[in-house]
């Protein structure tokens, strides 16, 4: 194998130095992230304290700033395509895991069926519920090798934006319970060897008894398709700032864009979670019907998806400038905006959730009249002081007409503000 250099291509440390994507191999594309994300720290820290500077830009604070925002965006851009190594490489080895997770479920349902059989006995219903088992896990297990590059049987509920979707989860694994349900009802009605007990199995799928777990299994896969609706109107309305996810995590089920926990979405899955676990003890105990899910309980999880549905049409909005203002070093005097000067762009949602990382700010631009102007990297210990969330600050360039000029501010997510008048004089 060639030999690979680690982190952002400074030092070449032999075979399989991090650019490896080898299954088995410790230096894969996992460790070649890692050792990237290491190194731009590193060097992050060091341009924030000063160091590393060259000596043909250390005596102008101006190009001393440029030309460490140039340099930290190669290298952020450098860890971004590690990132998105990484999360391929995740996803393709995904699906094998996805299947053991399937058959281990399988496995436990055999173990629990045997142990609950010491004593009763095995019964007609317990080899329903397996074969039932095995045709569900059989099912997932092709869909999950027909979609082995997109994470397996999760790739149906990972969302546009490559995080897993909470409302697509939920539905799926209500769909999942629905169809082992009716599934063991067939394999149950195919054994029956009475007119009596496939009466008594047929009448088991009546909507009276399984009006409950009918009504939530609509409600949630109509929220999923909602939800998906609701979502690509705002991003394209821009009112909703969308950034994607290098990779999907299952905490993304919890949380918002910028990994912070979501109430919304918390409440949606543990009640979720609540209500499928007693309709899956409820078809334990009556594996001759549908589960009869109790009216409180759906109503109960009804009133969380329409939360959840809420909470997504109350989140995000689009950034605004509020004011643009002459940035003053200390010793300065106050005086109006000139070509060459800095002036800070005060504002909210500048920042979209999850474009917290250096690769996503550097692709922050002010337009200042016709000029598009990259907003710099600003590095601090543990982080960057600009661009921020509600304060960015940018050089007045040269290019730009005296006179009334336009500042807008164009967002990693793409989304432009509004205009803000201001005077440039000579």
């Known amino acids: 194998m060639a030999v690979q250099e680690a982190g952002l291509g400074t030092d070449v440390e032999g075979m399989h130095g991090g650019g490896c994507t080898c299954g088995d191999c ?12 290491a190194a731009f720290l590193r060097r992050r820290d060091e341009f924030a304290a000063g160091q590393g500077l060259p000596a043909a830009v ?18 952020a851009e450098a860890v971004a395509e590690r990132g998105r190594a990484e999360g391929a490489a995740r996803l393709a080895r995904l699906w094998r895991r996805t299947v053991c997770v399937v058959w281990g479920a399988v496995l436990a349902l055999l173990l629990g069926e045997a142990l609950t059989a010491v ?12 074969a039932a088992a095995l045709v569900v896990a059989g099912t997932l297990s092709a869909a999950s090798w027909l979609h082995r590059a997109r994470g397996g049987v999760l790739a149906p509920v990972i969302g546009e934006d490559n995080r897993m979707s909470t409302s697509r989860t939920v539905a799926a694994c209500w769909v999942l319970f629905v169809g082992y349900a009716v599934l063991l009802l067939a394999a149950r009605l195919a054994g029956a060897s ?3 007990e496939r009466d008594a199995l047929i009448s088991g799928l009546d ?17 999923a398709v909602l939800v998906r609706r609701v979502v690509s109107l705002r991003v394209l309305a821009q009112r909703l700032q969308k950034v994607p996810a290098h990779r999907p995590r299952a905490a993304d089920l919890l949380t918002d864009d910028s990994g912070r926990g979501a109430f919304a979405d918390i409440q949606y899955v543990a009640i979720s979670a609540v209500a499928l676990l007693f309709a899956a003890v409820r078809l334990a105990r009556r594996p001759d019907q549908l589960p009869d899910l109790p009216w409180g309980l759906g109503v109960v999880v009804l009133i969380s998806a329409a939360t959840y549905l809420a909470g997504k049409y109350a989140e995000g909005g689009r950034p605004v400038v509020l004011s643009v203002v002459r940035v003053r070093e200390p010793g300065d005097l106050d005086g109006p905006i000139r070509t060459g000067d800095d002036i800070e762009i005060r504002g909210a949602g500048f920042v979209p959730p999850g474009a917290q990382s250096a690769d996503r700010l550097s692709r922050m631009v002010v337009r ?17 002081s ?3 969330d509600t304060a960015l600050t940018v050089p ?17 997510a793409g989304v432009a503000t509004n205009r803000c008048i201001v005077q440039v004089t000579d």
């Open 26 to 37: 410790p230096h894969g594309a996992r460790e070649g992230h890692r050792r990237a994300v």
């Open 368 to 384: 200042i009249g016709t000029v598009d102007v990259h907003v710099p990297l600003v590095p601090v210990a543990g982080g960057f």
């Open 207 to 223: 909507l009276a008894r399984g009006a409950g777990v009918v009504t939530v299994l609509a409600v949630v896969c109509g929220i």
């Open 58 to 75: 250390a005596h102008s604070a101006s190009a001393s700033r440029q030309w460490v925002s140039e340099e930290l965006t190669q290298r």
């Open 386 to 388: 600009n661009p921020t």
């Open 396 to 412: 007045v360039p040269a290019d730009v007409e005296p006179g009334a000029v336009e500042v807008q501010v164009v967002t990693a």
């Open 119 to 130: 004593g009763a006995g095995w019964t007609g219903a317990r080899t329903a519920a397996l």
């Open 194 to 196: 009475g007119h009596a």
